[in-house]
T-cell receptor
Framework: NAGVTQTPKFQVLKTGQSMTLQCAQD?????MYWYRQDPGMGLRLIYY???????DKGEVPNGYNVSRLNKREFSLRLESAAPSQTSVYFC?????????????FGNGTRLTVT | KNEVEQSPQNLTAQEGEFITINCSYS?????LHWLQQHPGGGIVSLFM???GKKKHGRLIATINIQEKHSSLHITASHPRDSAVYIC??????????????FGQGTILTVHP
């Protein structure tokens, strides 16, 4: 099993450009999450999808949109990238949203916006 | 004050030493997670606990709910244990997605 797969691993954008980060999991998990990780700060939740067909905002949703394409895939889109969105992005999944099941993370996408 | 505080922020040890990383939190929780992030960036879940103690190989995690404190211990540390260790708590209460609040992480370096 691949677990959680994120693409791309690295990306450099100019201010105003758009891009989509892809995430797929093969563990039949219901819930999927997008986090960003910035120096000196803990992981912060951008958006989540508790189950297929639903998406909701997390702590820092501004400037992002998401799509839960199917049970496996959850993408994160930056419509007009800004330097403040320079960060490392992690996708994660877990079996169920409210239960105490462990999170499984992708390997991260390092995004630089110039 | 952050809801989740880890100490120390940086820890350097010699191979073989016993290591303790601490996590204190200020909110009511239903579970606490310990995660490991390797220099390559990937994050792996080590433990999830809501009471008592769990052990996996050389790693031991304990939690004291009354004191709102958890510790991660590594016995007989090895250079391959060098990583960032992250504590995260799942807030008690009715959020539908099981909101996790993350600590800033402890950077552990083990020298041979």
């Amino acid at each position: 099993n691949a677990g959680v797969t994120q693409t791309p691993k690295f990306q450099v954008l100019k201010t105003g450009q758009s891009m989509t980060l892809q995430c797929a999991q093969d563990m039949n998990h219901n819930s999927m999450y997008w986090y960003r990780q910035d120096p000196g700060m803990g992981l912060r939740l951008i958006y989540y999808s508790a189950s297929e067909g639903t998406t909701d905002k997390g702590e820092v949703p501004n400037g992002y949109n998401v799509s839960r394409l199917n049970k496996r895939e959850f993408s994160l889109r930056l419509e007009s990238a800004a330097p403040s969105q320079t960060s490392v992005y992690f996708c994660a999944s877990r079996r169920n949203p409210g239960g105490n099941s462990p999170l499984h993370f992708g390997n991260g996408t390092r995004l630089t916006v110039t | 004050k952050n809801e989740v505080e880890q100490s120390p922020q940086n820890l350097t040890a010699q191979e073989g030493e016993f290591i303790t990383i601490n996590c204190s939190y200020s909110v009511g929780i239903s579970a606490l997670h310990w995660l490991q992030q390797h220099p390559g960036g990937g994050i792996v879940s080590l433990f999830m606990l809501s009471s008592g103690k769990k052990k996996h190989g050389r790693l031991i995690a304990t939690i004291n709910i009354q004191e709102k404190h958890s510790s991660l211990h590594i016995t007989a540390s090895h250079p391959r244990d060098s990583a960032v260790y992250i504590c995260a708590v799942r807030n008690a209460g009715g959020t539908s997605y099981g909101k996790l609040t993350f600590g800033q992480g402890t950077i552990l370096t083990v020298h041979p």
